[in-house]
Every structure is written in structure tokens, then in C-alpha cells.
T-cell receptor, first 116, second 112 residues
Framework: AQSVTQLGSHVSVSEGALVLLRCNYSSSVPPYLFWYVQYPNQGLQLLLK??????LVKGINGFEAEFKKSETSFHLTKPSAHMSDAAEYFCAVRGVNTGTASKLTFGTGTRLQVTL | EAGVAQSPRYKIIEKRQSVAFWCNPISGHATLYWYQQILGQGPKLLIQFQNNGVVDDSQLPKDRFSAERLKGVDSTLKIQPAKLEDSAVYLCASSLAVTEQYFGPGTRLTVT
């Protein structure tokens, strides 16, 4: 079984400050890991993903995340927050060896607020 | 490239009524997913189609929810009869490769 825990349902940062959104996962098989962003009244947009290879992955809008197997973590970071980053962020996991079933298991989300 | 299309965007119904949602995936995407997102929670997979066959419907409440994907393209999700706890956003997603899913804007259902 797979699960995702996102620490902190709300995170507030000042514009220009570091953004750190935490995600820990549990998976019985090697995972694929994802971060999605959801703006109000919109669907989810993929920010970045880890499948294999380099553990530091870069995504859109200046975000990046590092897969740390020893810590079962996949935290999302951005060096400098912008007002347009205010949104809901979801971490998700998918087991690699699940055959044709590619179900994503999502965390409960972290709402990022960016203040002036 | 056109994205995943969903309609309607918003729907308000009374409990015990029926409702249907429609999804048109990205052209060429064989896999289609329906997720339920309750307020304050992450999306939960209801059903996954590969072409017009069901791959996973383990979390679909089959006594009231049904879904079909005729001809392996667009899909319809139906709820009959609706309950208050069905109030949620229903997201459709599609994928070509299993590592990336593209989501539509969702249908926000309110059951009163």
C-alpha cells in the first residue's frame, strides 16, 4: 500500500523568501513521485516528477524537489517565492511495479500563502 | 494541443437526484481516470480506464456510481441517487505514458 503525508496544511512565506513544502511517502515498491499545483477553480498541473536517475529534479516555475530514499521524503523547494505561487500543492506517489494500474495516491495538500 | 475537457463546470442538485459528468481526454490518450476531490483532501481515484476497459474501480461506490467509456474516447461518470457526502470536485485526467497524467478543470458538485 502507498501513502503520502504532507506536513503542514497551510504555509505562509513572504515574497522573495524560500519556499519549503514537505512530503513523506510510504511505498512497498520503488516509487514514482510527483508534485502538482492547483490554482483556485482549476485542475491539477504537474510541477515536477521523479521516476529514475538523478534524485534532484527541476520543474516548472523555478521549483525543484529532491528524492531522499533514506528519509522517504520528496520535499518541494523554491529559492524565492512570488505572489503568483500562491496555490494548493499536492504530493503524490505511484508504485513502479503496478502493472497497468497507474493509480496516483495523493497527500491532503498544502496551501501556500505568499505575503508582501 | 487541447487539454482535457470537462462539463459541466458546476452543478447543484438535491439529494436523491441523479447527475452525470462528461470528460473528453487529450487526443490519443488511451488511459482515462476519474478522481473525487472532497474539500480539504487530495484527489482520490474512483475509476481508471485503459481504452474502453476498466483497469481499477476498487474505490468506486458501485451502488450509486457508474462510469463508461464507449469507443475508448470520451467518458461519462454518473451518480444515482446522490447523497450529501458526494459533494466534491470530480476531476478527469488522461495519460499517454503512465508516468504523467493531465487533469481537466473539474466539475464542482454541490448536493443539497
Amino acid at each position: 500500500a502507498q501513502s503520502v503525508t504532507q506536513l503542514g496544511s497551510h504555509v505562509s512565506v513572504s515574497e522573495g523568501a524560500l519556499v519549503l513544502l514537505r512530503c513523506n511517502y510510504s511505498s512497498s515498491v520503488p516509487p514514482y513521485l510527483f508534485w502538482y499545483v492547483q490554482y483556485p477553480n482549476q485542475g491539477l498541473q504537474l510541477l515536477l516528477k521523479y521516476t529514475t536517475g538523478a534524485t534532484l529534479v527541476k520543474g516548472i516555475n523555478g521549483f525543484e524537489a529532491e528524492f531522499k530514499k533514506s528519509e522517504t521524503s520528496f520535499h518541494l523547494t523554491k529559492p524565492s517565492a512570488h505572489m503568483s505561487d500562491a496555490a494548493e500543492y499536492f504530493c503524490a506517489v505511484r508504485g513502479v511495479n503496478t502493472g497497468t494500474a497507474s493509480k496516483l495516491t495523493f497527500g491532503t495538500g498544502t496551501r501556500l500563502q505568499v505575503t508582501l | 494541443e487541447a487539454g482535457v475537457a470537462q462539463s459541466p463546470r458546476y452543478k447543484i442538485i438535491e439529494k436523491r437526484q441523479s447527475v452525470a459528468f462528461w470528460c473528453n481526454p487529450i487526443s490519443g490518450h488511451a488511459t482515462l481516470y476519474w478522481y473525487q476531490q472532497i474539500l480539504g483532501q487530495g484527489p482520490k481515484l474512483l475509476i481508471q480506464f485503459q481504452n474502453n476497459g476498466v483497469v481499477d474501480d476498487s474505490q468506486l461506490p458501485k451502488d450509486r456510481f457508474s462510469a463508461e467509456r464507449l469507443k475508448g474516447v470520451d467518458s461519462t461518470l454518473k451518480i444515482q441517487p446522490a447523497k450529501l457526502e458526494d459533494s466534491a470536485v470530480y476531476l478527469c485526467a488522461s495519460s499517454l505514458a503512465v508516468t504523467e497524467q493531465y487533469f481537466g478543470p473539474g466539475t464542482r458538485l454541490t448536493v443539497t
